[in-house]
């Protein structure tokens, strides 16, 4: 920190450069070699040379001569690889109070990965349970695909909303969100990873305040009620109050806001954040936005902030792959492509979307189970809904005396509340839910220890269900089925009606999962087999009269692969042998080809 230029040498080629060192810039000047063997030497990185250095001290301002001998005229020419067409380079100093903003923001950068990283890593789903998985964000951390979405329509490119005929989408990686002065918005449905990127863009521009020079503040827009933007500032940075305009005029400030809405009543917050970035030119904001269906985007509000949007895709294999290895990575004996595999048919098995979040709890599912391999589709949505309410437990003050076994109660009655009401999607009025969740408390005598409003607003919050309006949901028809197949566990007459002849081809999944929870249906695989019999009697007593059995209608003679040569075999399956790359793309197809959870088919 005591110097502003350095000079070197003696390690027989040159270099030049203004960097830092110590939190301040520093000249530094390494001299090339001046051997004698390396006179007749037709090395450029090696060559023989020397530098003048002109500097002034009044205006800070260094010129750098380099010269570089040549053998084949006994001159010394200018050494153009260290600088312009005249071996010229030039540089500035920073000034004692460019020094000081710089230290400053070095200061503030450090603070905030002390002191609001670790809690950062504590929102992580690995963070506080049991699973092996790495517990911070630099090490868990997947890139997501995030692009800008341009339609274009008749020649032109337009606005998202609009008709069109065409995609052209953009692709963001980390550096391009870090570097970027522009303003945007992450759009993506609940749980796509939002939240975790803006998380991760925040270390990226504290740790890389030297390369971005732009100080990051985090905001949540939820939690922001009524206070103003400075107060924010004053507290995330731990800057005076009186400091907070001074700090904003003097350097760059990335508004990091969290969970931004547009409704009527978030006017007064919006004007705020649009009033600070005008007073301080040197501010941008980034955001995340939820969408409550793909596509969907408040594009007047957006335009308010001006806000360039960009979509946060589900994940696809190569995200997969890099979440399993990391997940992972504590696990010598882990099957990355079996894992990938695993997780792939869940997402197809479940219908449920290719969030990281849905993918971690899935992995840490896996890894619970011996082998690391996943059992019955009814243990996975029961561990994973058990994960997802445990996570939001954590926020959660009710969560140590209304357990899991008492929210799936309440979640069976509701499902089987809606069954009876039969509305599309088998939906309910969230005031018909919430008088359900009263006679629940009251049936146990509990309304005066748990506040119904609170058990089911905490539910909707845990992604257990979705509003619609005035309406509630089940958000995945697999937890629908699932808490169909839990009411059939404790109430008799509801089993009777799944299971009765007339009814059973209705509920294939309710009887799937409930057969897998007891394990202990023989009866009721007797029962089928039965029906089984009795369904196909015509057909069996047609093609089996007499002394016949299956196999006399099976092919005779020889098999094809008994007539195959091996050697011939091993070679084509080499050589048309498909790659990683091959593989992902079949992978991907796989999971945009599987029908997108649209809603609860009705039962006919």
């Not at 905001?219 to 922001?224: A, E, T, V």
């Not at 992604?463 to 697999?478: A, D, L, T």
Request: glycine content about 4%; overall charge negative.
């Amino acid at each position: 920190r005591e110097f502003d230029l350095l000079f070197s040498g003696h390690i027989h080629k040159g270099s030049v450069e203004s960097t830092q060192v110590a939190n301040s810039a520093l000249f530094v000047s390494i001299s090339p070699g001046a051997l004698r063997r390396n006179l007749e030497s037709d090395s450029r990185e090696y060559a023989n040379g020397y530098r003048i250095v002109d500097f002034n001290p009044y205006t800070l301002e260094i010129s750098a001569h380099s010269r570089r001998y040549a053998p084949d005229k006994n001159v010394f020419d200018p050494n153009t690889d260290l600088g312009n067409d005249q071996g010229v380079t030039e540089y500035q100093l920073p000034s004692s109070e460019e020094r000081r903003r710089y230290d400053e923001a070095r200061d503030l950068a450090e603070r905030i990965i002390a002191q609001h990283v670790p809690a950062l890593n504590q929102q992580l789903l690995s963070s506080g349970t049991d699973t092996e998985a790495p517990e911070s964000i630099m090490d868990v951390f997947v890139m997501p695909e995030v692009v800008h979405r341009k339609r274009i329509s008749k020649g032109r490119e337009s606005d998202i909303e609009n008709e069109v005929e065409d995609i052209d989408e953009t692709n963001f990686d980390l550096k391009d969100l870090a570097s970027t002065e522009e303003n945007f918005v992450l759009l993506g449905e609940k749980e796509t990873g939002k939240t975790v990127l803006l998380n991760r863009l925040l270390i990226e521009l504290a740790e890389g305040i030297d390369e971005y020079r732009q100080i990051p503040v985090r905001i949540n827009f939820q939690k922001l009620g009524n206070r103003r933007i400075e107060s924010e500032v004053n507290q995330f940075l731990g800057v005076g109050s009186r400091e907070v305009d001074r700090v904003a005029s003097e350097h760059n400030l990335t508004l990091l806001v969290d969970d931004i809405t547009f409704q009527e009543h978030d006017n007064s917050r919006i004007e705020r954040l649009r009033n600070f970035a005008e007073e301080h030119p040197g501010t941008r904001i980034v955001a995340t936005y939820c969408q409550s269906h793909s596509g969907e985007l408040p594009m007047g509000s957006v335009r308010s902030l001006q806000l360039r949007p960009l979509e946060v895709k589900l994940f696809r294999t190569e995200q997969l792959r890099a979440l399993v290895n990391r997940w992972f990575s504590k696990c010598d004996a882990v099957d990355t492509p079996s894992q990938i595999q695993n997780i792939v048919s869940l997402f197809e098995v479940l219908d449920i979307p290719r969030t990281p979040l849905a993918a971690s709890m899935m992995l840490w599912i896996i890894e619970k189970q011996e082998g690391y391999k996943p059992k019955s589709k009814a243990t996975m949505v029961e561990n994973f809904i058990e994960r997802l309410l445990q996570k939001h437990a954590r926020e959660e003050a009710l969560s140590g005396q209304f357990d899991f076994t008492n929210k799936v109660f309440l979640l069976s009655g509701l499902a089987h509340q809606m069954l009876k009401h039969s509305e599309p999607n088998y939906r309910i009025r969230y005031s018909e839910a919430l008088e359900h969740c009263k006679e629940h408390l009251r049936g146990r005598e509990w309304q005066d220890e748990f506040p119904a409003r609170q058990i089911l607003e905490n539910l909707i919050e845990a992604g257990i269900f979705v509003e619609n309006g005035n309406h509630i949901r089940f958000r995945f028809r697999c937890f629908f089925e699932y808490f169909l197949a839990k009411r059939m566990e404790h109430d008799r007459e509801f089993r009777e009606f799944v299971l009765s002849e007339e009814r059973y081809l209705a509920f294939p999944s309710e009887i799937e999962y409930y057969t897998g929870i007891k394990r202990s249906c023989t009866s009721i695989l007797r029962e089928f087999s039965i029906r089984l019999e009795d369904l196909y009697s015509d057909i069996h007593d047609h093609l089996l009269d007499g002394d016949k059995t299956c196999d006399d209608y099976l092919e005779d003679g020889p098999s094809r692969v008994s007539a195959m040569d091996a050697n011939q075999a091993l070679a084509r399956i080499a050589e048309d042998r498909p790659s990683e790359e091959d593989l992902d793309a079949l992978q991907d197809e796989r999971l945009e080809l599987a029908e997108r959870e649209q809603g609860i088919a009705q039962r006919e």
